[in-house]
Nanobody
Framework: QVQLVESGGGLVQAGGSLRLSCAAS????????MGWFRQAPGKEREFVAA????????DVADHVKGRFTISRDNAKNTVYLQMTSLKPEDAAVYSC???????????????????WGQGTQVTVSS
């Protein structure tokens, strides 16, 4: 399994921005599709964004499209989620995940991801 550690969460006012980072321990990080998911209290976990192993292909959920951007730096074993124009409804625990299989394309299905970080809290004040 890939060890994943998220950072960058916090409290931000509506309309503000945050950049989440997810650092991976695995030397073969560059072979894994990575994803970001979020879960708010009392709600199901939902897909946010995913990026292919090489970074050439991304998928972003409709509800954050145009506001959130996923990227990765394979030299640093890190995937990022840049969040702008944050809304109170974006508040959640954000978790990154690594795909279970190598060389996959982006996926929205949590069952395609076998390694998960602990999550980082994002709070958006109105």
């Amino acid at each position: 399994q890939v060890q994943l550690v998220e950072s960058g969460g916090g409290l931000v006012q509506a309309g503000g921005s945050l950049r989440l980072s997810c650092a991976a321990s695995e030397r073969t990080f560059g072979r894994y599709t990575m994803g970001w998911f979020r879960q708010a209290p009392g709600k199901e976990r939902e897909f946010v964004a995913a990026i292919s192993s090489g970074g050439s292909s991304t998928d972003v959920a409709d509800h954050v499209k145009g506001r959130f951007t996923i990227s990765r730096d394979n030299a640093k074993n890190t995937v990022y989620l840049q969040m702008t124009s944050l809304k109170p409804e974006d508040a959640a625990v954000y978790s990154c995940a690594a795909a279970s299989r190598l060389w996959m394309g982006p996926s929205r299905d949590p069952s395609d991801f076998g390694s998960w970080g602990q999550g980082t809290q994002v709070t958006v004040s109105s």
